[in-house]
Nanobody, 123 residues
Framework: QLQFVESGGGLVQPGGSLRLSCAPS????????IAWFRQAPGKEREGVSR????????YYADAVKGRFTMSRDNAKNTVYLQMNSLKPEDTAVYYC????????????????WGQGTQVTVSS
């Protein structure tokens, strides 16, 4: 089974930072485009960022541009999301997934979702 394990979430103060990790099981991630999504309680799942399968270029949602950085480390077979200047609005469960269809940050274009990791930004 193709699966992801997300980790690195936690409770941070506004303005703080977290680094999330996404580690696949059963496949090598460098052949695929990978995206981070997030879902707050009672809200729709929204795209955060997506990294290319070829040149490591990253597309960011407007809400996180300039604050979040997505990257991949092929040697460690891991994708990261560095989150800086965190806001309460960033509170959500964060997921990673594999792009299997058309669309940059459309949830229906992705499969093999991980279990998610909780990020809470609060004073």
């Amino acid at each position: 089974q193709l699966q992801f394990v997300e980790s690195g979430g936690g409770l941070v103060q506004p303005g703080g930072s977290l680094r999330l990790s996404c580690a696949p099981s059963g496949f090598t991630l460098d052949y695929y485009a990978i995206a981070w999504f997030r879902q707050a309680p009672g809200k729709e799942r929204e795209g955060v960022s997506r990294i290319s399968s070829t040149d490591d270029s990253v597309y960011y949602a407007d809400a996180v541009k300039g604050r979040f950085t997505m990257s991949r480390d092929n040697a460690k077979n891991t994708v990261y999301l560095q989150m800086n200047s965190l806001k309460p609005e960033d509170t959500a469960v964060y997921y990673c997934a594999v792009q299997t269809g058309g669309g940059i940050l459309v949830p229906s274009a992705y499969d093999y979702w991980g279990q998610g990791t909780q990020v809470t930004v609060s004073s």
